[in-house]
């Protein structure tokens, strides 16, 4: 397998058609016509994606002398189901709108009530509806990750680490709950939040999952490798993700113009810009921040300001730094060239990304 986007694209491939083949084999457990809607709706929202997740997983698998096992994308498969039923939590504590340019999963099971004339309210059914979904999506990537047919010894040996990423996830969730709640945060916060809620479970923890899966076993340069790779990349990561959910093109993330901004998002952006504002940018920033009938004008004014404290060119820096940082570390880990090579491009892939 080639290292360029050839290689992505057929870790794509086989992701894709490992997650077709499972929830085909989950249809005669959920026979009853009513389920209907809950299976689609888990369709759609694993259809797509870049799956950077799992093409961590699988070079850290050939870094440390993974062969070409099929089994193996099965298991890297299991984190976009994790990162589904992540996604479809998320927008019900943010009560977004829109996901990759369709409506939010609790929004679309809202508009079934509606249409339907069912009794009660559409909206407590649809966020109801919306945490199932996320429930099943989650118990279904532990399923299929102990079901990916891998070797017993190495499904045992990184189970502690696929345990650890998912409490990780939640704990990274209600940290970024209890930002937005405190209403300041300041950059040592930021950054907790930035690698808890997305660095750790989109990164580093992908990669030890593949690293350890092959070696069967965990090793001090393993720890090393994720750490300085794995977080650099994480961070960066998030905070590419935090830029686009503020200036990002909806075409391209799926979702509305500052979206971010109107769910109030207490992120590095947020935060440098509050630490260098004057006293009427901040003011502005404070009134407006987290208003969810927040118009474009609104935005466009949020976004001046971003961008004239300098928190937006500090903060591309921020990516730029963390990036060096994770292709130096690199330079030495005792992985196989391919690997490296792989993981170089993935790091660029990764922070560059425009969706």
Not at 32 to 52: T, Y
Not at 256 to 263: K, N, S, V
Not at 309 to 320: D, F, N, S
Not at 340 to 354: E, I, K, M, Q, W
Request: charged share 25%.
């Amino acid at each position: 397998m080639t290292t360029s986007a050839a290689a992505l694209d057929t870790i794509r491939f086989e992701v894709d058609r490992s997650l077709k083949e499972f929830v085909e084999r989950q249809l005669p457990q959920v026979s009853a016509p009513e389920v209907a809607p809950l299976i689609s709706a888990a369709e759609e929202f694993l259809a797509g994606g870049k799956r950077l997740r799992p093409a961590f997983c699988y070079w850290g698998w050939r870094g440390a002398g993974g062969g070409d096992d099929p089994a193996l994308f099965t298991a890297a498969a299991s984190l976009e189901l994790l990162q589904a039923s992540a996604l479809v939590h998320d927008d019900v504590m943010d009560a977004s709108d829109l996901r990759r340019g369709m409506p939010a999963a609790h929004r679309r099971f809202q508009t079934l009530h509606e249409k339907a004339g069912w009794h009660g309210s559409a909206e407590q059914f649809g966020e109801g509806a919306a945490i199932l979904l996320g429930n099943l999506m989650l118990i279904w990537s532990g399923e299929m990750w102990r079901g990916s047919g891998l070797p017993p010894a190495s499904l045992a040996a990184a189970q502690q680490v696929h345990d650890h990423m998912r409490t990780e996830l939640m704990c990274g969730q209600y940290l970024d709950l209890l930002e937005q709640a405190h209403g300041e945060n300041t950059f040592d916060s930021a950054l907790r939040v930035a690698l808890f809620k997305s660095g750790k479970y989109s990164v580093e923890q992908p990669l030890r999952l593949g690293l350890v899966l092959a070696a069967r076993g965990r090793a001090p340069w393993i720890d090393r490798l994720c750490e300085e790779y794995g977080r650099s990349v994480g961070i960066a990561f998030q905070l590419r993700d935090d830029i686009l959910g503020v200036f990002g093109d909806p075409a391209e993330t799926g979702k509305p113009a500052g979206d971010d901004l109107r769910e109030g998002k207490r992120t590095m952006l947020i935060a440098r810009t509050l630490s260098v504002a004057s006293p009427a940018q901040a003011e502005a920033v404070r009134g407006t921040l987290g208003d969810p009938a927040l118009d474009a004008a609104g935005i466009d004014r949020l976004r001046q300001i971003i961008a004239e404290t300098g928190a937006l060119v500090a903060c591309e820096e921020m990516i730029k730094n963390y990036l060096e940082d994770a292709l130096t570390s690199l330079d030495d880990a005792p992985i196989t060239e391919e690997a490296r090579a792989a993981l170089a491009h993935l790091a660029v892939a990764a922070t560059s990304r425009r969706t």
